[in-house]
């Protein structure tokens, strides 16, 4: 297990320390690796002052051929350590993107999907020669094509305001307060990612208390947005700078009260109730009247299934019938004809799940 590791920072080779974690042991790795971006010299604006850009010692490399072996090493020391069920992420940008994706697949990686982050505020283009970068590329695979990953459909369309969350993110750059500097007044790190970035990756695709790996650890955003949402983290980071602040940084962070990590869940993950039990609880009594949108009826039987003319059969069945329609939820196809008015049976399908959620353990 990663246990002894869990919540601290490794300092070291992301390879070397890596391979000290056991297999399948954590759930879930965060990775954002260098971009090897090839500046060829100075960066300057039109005033001629320069462009503090990615010239960091960690992001060269002799060619690609080395960029690659580097690349094969991560990844697969990664995937060891995934549990079965577990998915990676992976950031990049067009220097790198394509031969991390390439890498993925050769390795056995199941990639689910690809994210565009759109950068709300990206930097210029000063030289005039190109389109503005202003995305960055994030790839979200699974162990292996079989894998059960962890995927918060329903809670990402509520932070979305109720609408399905699409594969393009907008979020700004990681600027301002959050923005860590040296004593100079300089950002710390080049490339640091915005925590609202890790914030929708986690919530989306890890659960309260599982472990979350970043082999590249910079000033510590998966820590510090694994720790702010009940998960664990671990970091290797090599430049005791980086991990100096990233310690720092952490250690301010409050995590979010227990109560407050619950999340909307999916119908998926809800009980199942079979309309038989809604009688059986008395909910709907045999010989009642069930009522369609186009007002159609069916009557209830004392073994949850509808007459509806010449036909019996489910709620989903006889709906299908009803509705003229290859296939029906039933659940939401029928409302239950009362004195005040017809009631949807779903009502007492949620009402019964409430029940089994509230009933004491035995």
């Known amino acids: 297990m990663a246990r002894h590791f869990k919540d601290k920072i490794i300092q070291g080779d992301c390879v070397e320390e890596m391979r000290k974690l056991a297999d399948g042991s954590v759930d879930l790795v965060f990775a954002d690796p260098p971009y090897f971006m090839q500046l060829g010299g100075a960066l300057t604006r039109p005033d001629q002052s320069n462009v503090d850009g990615v010239d960091d010692e960690w992001d060269k490399f002799a060619d690609f051929a080395a960029y690659d072996a580097f690349t094969r090493a991560w990844l697969t020391e990664a995937r060891r350590i995934l549990k079965p ?76 305001d109720d609408l399905q969350m699409r594969s393009d993110w907008t979020l700004p750059i990681c600027t301002g307060a959050e923005r860590l500097k040296d004593r100079e007044g300089r950002k710390l790190h080049s490339t640091q990612k915005p925590e609202g970035l890790l914030h929708r990756v986690l919530l989306a695709t890890t659960k309260p208390g599982e472990v979350v790996l970043d082999p590249f650890f910079g000033t510590g955003t998966t820590g510090a947005a694994a720790k702010r949402l009940g998960r664990h983290y671990i970091g290797i980071e090599r430049d005791p700078d980086y ?66 003319g010449e036909v019996t059969g489910s709620i989903h069945r006889v709906g299908a019938l009803a509705a003229e329609a290859p296939a029906c939820n039933g659940w939401t196809f029928w409302s239950l004809e009362t004195k005040k008015g017809p009631q949807p049976i779903d009502h007492f399908r949620r009402e019964i799940r409430r029940q089994m959620a509230t009933a004491p353990a035995a």
């Open 243 to 308: 991990a100096a602040a990233a310690t720092a940084r952490i250690k301010k962070i409050k995590p979010i009260a227990v109560e407050d990590l619950e999340i909307t869940k999916s119908k998926k993950e809800e009980p199942r109730v079979p309309f038989g039990q809604v009688i059986e609880a008395g909910f709907i009594n045999p010989g009642s009247w069930l009522v369609a949108p186009n007002g159609k009826r069916a009557r209830v039987r004392a073994d949850g299934s509808l007459v509806m």
């Open 85 to 160: 069920n577990g998915a990676i992420w992976v950031i990049g940008s067009y220097h790198n993107v394509f031969r991390l994706g390439a890498a993925m697949q050769d390795l056995g990686y199941w990639i689910l999907n690809d994210i565009v982050w759109r950068k709300t505020n990206p930097m210029p283009n000063f030289k005039g020669t190109r389109f503005t970068n202003a995305h960055e590329t994030l790839i979200w695979a699974g162990r292996s094509k079989e894998a059960k990953y962890t995927f918060h459909y329903d809670a990402l369309k509520m932070l979305n």
